[in-house]
């Protein structure tokens, strides 16, 4: 009833960037908190960046300053911009939304995953 495809991983070397995009459809009423978290090998998943319906942004501590999350409501899609990457940023990272799907309760919903690896 309701996909999040999540895009934008790769490889890239330190100091770079890249842009992750998710993309939220099906029968949605309406989505409210949406965020990215990542995990890597060996390591729980972590949250690394929020943002409300209305704005409002969450960044882990080790992300603050060099990542950015957007939203575009009209599309229903979140972005997560990152810059000076490093490579403690290696990781999958998921994108996650509450979704309100239409007759149906809200629940939180996953992304696939895409590998971001940040390497020289």
């Known amino acids: 009833q309701v996909q999040l495809v999540d895009s934008g991983g790769g490889l890239v070397q330190p100091g770079g960037s890249l842009r992750l995009s998710c993309a939220a459809s099906g029968s949605i009423f309406s989505i409210g908190v949406m965020g990215w978290y990542r995990q890597a090998p060996g390591k729980q998943r972590e949250m690394v960046a929020a943002?409300?319906?209305?704005?409002?942004?969450t960044y882990a501590d080790s992300v603050k300053g060099r990542f950015t999350i957007s939203r575009d409501n009209a599309k229903n899609t979140v972005y997560l911009q990152m810059a000076s990457l490093r490579p403690e940023d290696t990781a999958v990272y998921y994108c996650n939304a509450r979704v309100r799907q239409i007759g149906v309760n809200e629940y939180t919903h996953w992304g696939q995953g895409t590998q971001v690896t940040v390497s020289s």
């Open positions: 943002i409300t319906s209305g704005g409002g942004t």
